[in-house]
């Protein structure tokens, strides 16, 4: 384990809560001065005492144990909020409906943030009645590929996952206006906004 908690994170948690040191002692049957040596880092807390710190103060264990606390905002659920999250051990995709603390492999995973198109990374969409074609210009070895290709409208997420030394292709039931994204393994997450099936 990399990380522990620090002090400075539970002292932060514990005022947004307004606990004083004495409450949260009593609500996790320690002593007020061990909340005291834990917040001016003279100490630490038992490992046997992460799980009921969290659950005290409100947060999953990785966010105390990261010290990041993260809140999702996207409380209409509008599926074009939707972060997306690669392992780079496994290639695991995870696609949370809004910011999350995500983990795989033993590590904790940033959201993808979309990278400006280049000309090794642009798609060219064609539409007829009812379907998208999205064909993408690009490498397809054992060491860069486009991993996976997603159409995502405000109500649904559809995810092609693609695979080294197949086509760089995708077709989609067309749904309206929304965005197209892709991942290279190498160059990172891009995206397309798709607007009447163009």
């Known amino acids: 384990m990399n990380n522990y908690v620090t002090g400075s994170t539970i002292r932060a948690l514990r005022e947004s809560k307004n606990l004083t040191q004495?409450?949260?002692a009593e609500i996790l049957?320690?002593?007020?001065?061990?909340?005291?040596?834990?917040?001016?880092?003279?100490?630490?807390?038992?490992?046997?005492?992460?799980?009921?710190?969290?659950?005290?103060?409100?947060?999953s264990v990785i966010e105390l144990i990261s010290g990041e606390c993260i809140t999702n905002?996207?409380?209409?659920?509008?599926?074009?909020?939707s972060k997306f999250y690669v392992c780079p051990i496994c290639g695991n995709i995870i696609q949370c409906m809004g910011k999350a603390l995500v983990s795989c492999c033993g590590i904790t995973l940033p959201y993808l943030e979309t990278e400006e198109?280049?000309?090794?990374?642009?798609?060219?969409?064609?539409?007829?009645?009812d379907e998208i074609y999205i064909k993408i210009d690009h490498p397809m070895t054992k060491d860069h590929y486009i991993s996976f290709v997603?159409?995502?409208?405000?109500d649904k997420i559809e995810m092609i996952?693609?695979?080294p030394e197949s086509d760089a292709h995708a077709r989609f039931f067309a749904r309206g206006d929304g965005e197209i994204y892709?991942?290279?393994?190498?160059?990172g997450f891009f995206h397309k906004h798709f607007t009447n099936g163009r």
């Open 22 to 24: 004495s409450q949260l």
């Open 117 to 129: 198109n280049d000309n090794g990374h642009s798609i060219v969409t064609e539409n007829t009645e």
């Open 29 to 59: 049957c320690v002593s007020d001065k061990a909340i005291s040596r834990w917040e001016t880092g003279k100490g630490f807390p038992d490992i046997s005492l992460i799980e009921p710190i969290s659950k005290a103060l409100g947060i």
């Open 73 to 81: 905002h996207n409380k209409s659920a509008n599926a074009k909020r």
């Open 161 to 163: 996952k693609l695979y």
């Open 150 to 154: 997603a159409y995502v409208t405000s």
């Open 182 to 187: 892709y991942y290279c393994n190498r160059h």
